[in-house]
């Protein structure tokens, strides 16, 4: 059974501005999906759309096999059994977590409730702060009480609109494990909607990209980042080079040499191929080195480096990651080696 | 050959959250709020009908009349006059307050706000009473002068505050002197402020009934009142409360205008840096001795008269009868308070959730009553009950219905301001917990706007305690509130016996000012 169904979506607002644009999107039953988008790409009104606060235009979404908004069908928000936990958690401040947990446990008696509350809390890892008040509370910790509110009367669905954005990205990391861990441990269907490809790719099953209003590439985070859809996609989930290039069969003429493809390509031809920038690596400056190029700047993250290249026939610097210190310094030459396939993409026409 | 690098498509928080396909406003609320609406609009419409009654020449003969142009006259006459006096007070104020090394801005400026706490009545009972030669212009203008310079002196030293002192500064260094600087280059930036404030003072003025009675000065209000006493033909006083509106409603129309333009204005506001205050030096003595004259005028003078007649007494003052007088504007003002509130919050959280047609439309039918002056209201609701509903005439529910007309933007504001200062996501997430829209208004909207409705109340049971000109019409046979008490006393030149009544007034005002005061 699927979780969740989205069918032909269209949304707009005004006079003839599309937000939404015939979109697709599926989730399977017990899944964490991400769908991750630009800002203005309209993930917002999805959210809105499937939550039942905004009415669409024409489609259909389908909740655990039940129809909530369709032709002549709109489920107003309160009968969805959507659990949305938002932004900065959204608590409502005049009850205490207890109660904020409690909140939507309506139909059943005193002692289940309390029982369901504390069994909540103690799933998010806060079991003994009931009585708090929210703004007793850190961000962190907010987001957890969303999150177990959220869950407590066991939705067919809880969406995240961006749920880790207000906490600063030490805190970010362990919140975003607890919270995979707690929506595995409820057995919940889960849609996060995000600007953030770290978070999109780190956090989720599944990762929906959407640009202008529909769904561009929808796999698992590895097929994402291996097998870009477009070079759009490439350079938005994570960083990419980008180069123009000639194919034919399973190679492909480029700046820095002939590289191996991922998949022949359909038709010789012109076309730009998408390599990641861990696949370039520095080499000496030799004649046998495949490419060479001048260091222009070298930007240190600890971890790792991020080395720009000036390779004379490419027409911006390329990008090579090293692990480890960096022994290059700008102005030095460098010779280029790739390991591994690139991805093809034909020119569009 | 392209080539690109780290191309990090990391975009800001999705800041635009414009959601595509509009929530509509759940009848729960458009219902009540239509309403209210109704209710508001009532009065306005029922006194035109009445005016066009016996056609329209009969009512141009009546509005075309030497006595209604003379009476038209001395309105907008009093009105220039006492404008261009506060324009003066309050600006000078504010500038020194704000701008100056003044000693003790702090208390200065709080004294210049206090008028805003007395009735204008009972300051003109206490210029009155202590000086009775002063009746007719003179009294009056003084009177309102002195009650209405805050509504000039709050807009303008909050524009004073707002104004980058960078462009002053330019000024002072491109050689112009202080005085200059400030004609040339801070006056022109005030006037949005002091033109708003202007027209606040012009819209008092004319709607204007107590004071100008207690200083016997005959205005349109004033004389409204005496045709409707004096002959059973009430078409000239409906004709009259016609033409009263026409020019407040042009004055409400004014001042959005105004408030509009001030507020882009202010769009561009540059730094927080505080402006390095103007050294007053040998001017501060002047400067002292202004500001203790005004306070003294505004808010000493009346105290201490008030004070003075207290301790002479007088023989015919009876406690009872204050004490009934007390608890009867108690009771209409916290009946009218609760009435007006309740019939707010659907506007407010309309206006506040759902910025479609229909619920501008209804807020702004609810502003009608800013416009209308209370003796028009009065005069409206009398005339309606009189023909249709004659059981309420002379009963509580038509004085409280006049309430309502006319302080309901008061209590719909504050409605507003609280719902709209908590995020409407709760109010979601409570909709997507299961709760259904009437729920979530109790559950969750009301409750979190609580203190500010609340405060929005206790303003209202102020100004609802406070007025005279529709309590006067509409009040049931035989009860008396504070205000028409004082009234009646000063008008047969009894000072002392009034003095009660006044101090009553005054303290009772004081109550929810103070806790308004405290909380904010």
């Known amino acids: 059974m699927t979780g969740l169904r989205v069918t032909a979506v269209t949304s707009s607002y005004g006079r003839g501005v599309r937000v939404l644009d015939g979109l697709d999107l599926t989730v399977p039953d017990g899944e964490l999906a991400a769908v991750l988008g630009p800002s203005g790409c309209g993930k917002t009104t999805l959210l809105r759309v499937i939550a039942g606060f905004a009415v669409p235009d024409a489609g259909e979404v389908v909740l655990g096999g039940r129809t909530v908004s369709g032709p002549g069908v709109h489920v107003p928000p309160e009968r969805r059994g959507v659990g ?266 | 050959m392209s080539t690109h690098g780290s191309p990090s498509v990391r975009t800001p928080a999705a800041a635009s959250r414009v959601a595509a396909g509009v929530r509509r406003a759940p009848l729960v609320l458009l219902l009540p709020a239509t309403a209210a609406a109704l209710l508001a609009l009532l009065p306005l419409g029922y006194l035109g009908v009445r005016a066009m009654e016996h056609g329209w020449a009969h009512a141009w003969e009546i509005a075309s009349e030497a006595r209604t142009l003379e009476l038209l006259g001395r309105s907008l006459g009093l009105a220039a006059i006492v404008v261009a006096a506060c324009l003066v007070l309050g600006v000078s104020l504010a500038w020194l307050t704000v701008r100056t090394t003044l000693p003790g801005r702090r208390i200065w400026a709080v004294l210049a706000t206090l008028p805003l706490a007395v009735p204008s009545y009972v300051a003109a009972f206490t210029w009155i009473s202590a000086a009775p030669s002063l009746a007719g212009l003179p009294g009056a203008a003084i009177t309102l002068t002195f009650a209405c310079f805050p509504y000039v002196f709050l807009p303008v030293a909050a524009a004073l505050r707002g104004i980058d002192p960078a462009q002053e500064e330019a000024a002072r260094s491109l050689g112009g002197g202080a005085l200059r600087t400030f004609v040339r280059v801070t006056l022109p930036q005030l006037r949005p402020a002091a033109a708003g404030g202007a027209i606040l003072v012009a819209l008092y003025v004319l709607s204007d009934f107590g004071s100008v009675s207690i200083t016997r000065y005959d205005t349109f209000t004033r004389a409204i009142h005496s045709s409707y006493q004096a002959s059973f033909d009430r078409t000239p006083a409906a004709v009259l409360g016609c033409v009263l509106v026409t020019m407040t409603v042009l004055l409400v129309l004014a001042e959005n205008r105004t408030r509009g333009r001030a507020g882009h204005a202010r769009t561009g506001r540059g730094s927080a840096r505080p402006p390095v205050p103007l050294r007053l030096g040998r001017w501060t003595a002047p400067a002292l001795a202004w500001c203790g004259a005004v306070s003294a005028a505004a808010v000493g003078f009346p105290l201490v008269t008030l004070g003075y007649w207290l301790t002479v007494g007088s023989s015919g003052f009876d406690p009872e009868r204050l004490w009934s007088a007390t608890v009867a504007t108690v009771t209409v003002a916290a009946a009218g308070a609760a009435v007006t509130t309740v019939l707010a919050l659907p506007v407010g959280v309309l206006s506040a959730r759902h910025r479609g047609r229909a619920a501008r439309l209804l807020e702004q039918s609810v502003w009608a009553g800013h416009a209308v002056p209370g003796i028009t209201v009065g005069l409206a609701l009398v005339f309606f009950s009189v023909r249709y509903a004659y059981p309420l005439y002379q009963e509580l529910p038509l004085l409280i219905a006049a309430y309502v007309v006319l302080y309901l933007p008061v209590a719909v504001a504050s409605a507003r301001a609280a719902v709209l200062q908590s995020p409407p996501v709760l109010e979601e997430v409570a909709r997507s917990l299961g709760r259904s829209p009437l729920r979530v208004l109790r559950e969750i909207t009301v409750p979190l706007a609580a203190p500010g409705i609340g405060a929005g109340a206790a303003l209202t049971f102020v100004v609802i305690m406070k007025e005279l000109p529709a309590t006067l019409l509409l009040r049931p046979t035989g009860t008396d509130t504070l205000a028409t008490r004082l009234w009646t006393e000063t008008g047969a030149g009894a000072f002392a016996g009034a003095a009660p009544y006044a101090a009553v007034i005054v303290l009772l005002a004081a109550i929810p000012s103070y806790l308004l005061g405290r909380r904010s």
């Open chain 1, 84 to 349: 949305i936990v938002a932004q900065e958690g959204a608590l409502f401040p005049h009850l205490s977590v207890a109660r904020n947990v409690a909140f939507g446990l309506t139909g059943s008696g005193r002692a289940e409730r309390r029982a369901r509350t504390g069994e909540m809390l103690e799933l998010v890892g806060l079991g003994g702060y009931g009585e708090r008040m929210p703004h007793e509370l850190s961000g962190g910790q907010q987001q957890r009480v969303a999150l177990a509110r959220a869950l407590a009367p066991r939705p067919a669905l809880v969406l995240l609109d961006e749920p880790f954005n207000a906490l600063d990205s030490a805190l970010r990391a362990g919140l975003r494990s607890d919270v995979r861990a707690a929506l595995r441990a409820a057995g919940a269907t889960a849609l996060l909607v995000t600007h953030d490809q770290e978070e999109a790719l780190s956090a989720a099953d599944r990762v929906a990209v959407i640009r202008d209003g529909k769904v561009v590439q929808s796999g698992t985070p590895q097929e994402l980042y291996a097998r870009p859809a477009d070079p759009w996609v490439a350079s938005f989930v994570g960083d990419a080079v980008l180069l123009a290039a000639t194919a034919e069969g399973d190679r492909a003429t480029t700046a820095l040499g002939s590289l191996a493809l991922t998949a022949p390509a359909s038709a010789p031809g012109e076309g730009t191929v998408v390599l990641r920038p861990e696949q370039l690596n520095l080499a000496p400056a030799t004649e046998e080195a495949p490419a060479r190029g001048r260091v222009t700047e070298v930007r240190y993250h600890g971890h790792d480096a991020l080395i720009l290249v000036d390779v004379p026939t490419a027409a911006a610097p390329v990008t090579v990651r090293t692990t480890g210190s960096a022994a290059v310094r700008a102005g030095d030459e460098t010779g280029i080696r790739v390991t591994g396939p690139a991805v093809f993409h034909p020119k569009a026409g």
